[in-house]
């Protein structure tokens, strides 16, 4: 009886054994198996790369698709933390891309774990973009020169104006520095218009970044973040491309689209479909595109000194046309084709 036991006891221990060495394979390195993490390493061996970032499958897949794009054999592709990420060649440049998903979380923490794995020298952002610029059309292809958040909050409570401070002001968490929306001011009361919203005023605010090479937990704000000067400068050349103005055999836009280089585009995680939300963004803070991706990259960037440019293609007028539904069920596959056209030829550029 007691050889049964200790061969019970044995079975166990082996049991147990086999359990823990399981868990040190799969958590030793954090979520990433030390076997993939091995495979990074060899991925870096012939680094750098130039990095992709995208939000949606159907903007990711017109490039996939391009006959311009030439996948990795021996590795097409590398799976971490429920990103995928696409190993391959455009022309001479070395590439990886990812998908981020819908959402400013989404793209910040793709961005972050692309940047901290792999050798990346640059940053391309490309996707759609709702348009809140009157002089632009849809299907125009926009880079802009900076980059902002503007789903950063500081709600102010019934009663108090701009004359009165914001909790934790005097602190340097918040700041009435660039401004605020008055709820009340978009009243639909057409019987009282002296009424006030009690949803009072919602003022804009920078976000906190930690950059790399400063000293660790001493923050900065950042509100306006710039792309890169070189990239930016180097998108001129991308004016003047010609790209397509036809949804379908039957839908097409007024003009050929063009690729504009604008001063402005802003982010936040709404999908923005409202008129006067649209012409408020505009006259705020004069952006063109609104997305909801571009600025979480940017900061992201910013904070881990890498160069970042956001080329960004109109799929919609953010609520400001006369169409009773907003424009992207139509115009966002020529809109997703256009960016990848225009990221094409900007990646031609970079390698020329």
């Known amino acids: 009886m007691m050889s049964g036991i200790m061969k019970h006891l044995t079975t166990l221990l082996l049991?147990?054994?086999?359990?823990?060495?399981?868990?040190?394979?799969?958590?030793?390195h954090g979520a990433i198996p030390k076997s993939t993490l091995k495979m990074v390493e060899e991925v870096n061996k012939q680094g750098p790369f130039?990095?992709?970032?995208?939000?949606?499958?159907?903007?990711?897949?017109?490039?996939?698709?391009?006959k311009s794009f030439v996948q990795n054999k021996k590795l097409p592709y590398l799976d971490i933390g429920g990103r995928r990420f696409h190993l391959g060649k455009i022309g001479k440049d070395k590439l990886i891309m990812v998908m981020t998903g819908l959402s400013m979380l989404n793209a910040g923490l793709a961005t972050q774990l692309l940047l901290s794995l792999f050798e990346i020298k640059g940053?391309?952002?490309?996707?759609?973009?709702?348009?809140?610029n009157p002089e632009l059309q849809i299907g125009d292809v926009t880079i802009p020169q900076y980059w902002a958040h503007t789903g950063l909050w500081s709600w102010q409570r019934y009663g108090n104006g701009p004359q009165n401070e914001l909790p934790l002001e005097a602190g340097g968490d918040f700041t009435r520095k660039y401004g605020y929306l008055n709820i009340s001011y978009y009243s639909t009361n057409k019987i009282d218009k002296s009424s006030e919203n009690f949803l009072n005023n919602v003022w804009y605010q920078p976000e906190e970044i930690?950059?790399?090479?400063?000293?660790?937990?001493?923050?900065e704000h950042a509100f306006w973040v710039p792309v890169d000067e070189k990239y930016f400068a180097l998108s001129k050349q991308l004016e003047g491309t010609k790209l397509p103005k036809c949804a379908n055999s039957t839908t097409c836009l007024p003009r050929n689209p063009k690729v504009v280089r604008v001063d402005r585009g802003c982010s936040a995680n709404t999908f923005v479909d409202n008129a006067a939300y649209r012409q408020f963004l505009r006259s705020k803070f004069d952006v063109t595109p609104v997305d909801m991706e571009s600025a979480a990259v940017a900061l992201v960037c910013r904070q881990l000194e890498k160069p970042f440019v956001a080329i960004r293609s109109l799929s919609d007028l953010a609520g400001g046309g006369s169409a009773q539904s907003n424009e992207a069920d139509v115009f966002a596959p020529l809109a997703a084709q256009n960016a990848v056209d225009v990221v094409l030829k900007f990646l031609t550029l970079l390698t020329s």
Do not use: C, K, W, Y
């Open 15 to 28: 049991l147990l054994s086999a359990l823990v060495l399981l868990i040190m394979a799969t958590t030793s």
């Open 50 to 66: 130039l990095g992709l970032v995208v939000p949606n499958s159907f903007e990711m897949s017109p490039l996939l698709q391009s």
């Open 123 to 132: 940053v391309v952002h490309f996707g759609i973009a709702g348009n809140a």
């Open 210 to 219: 930690f950059p790399v090479n400063d000293v660790p937990e001493v923050r």
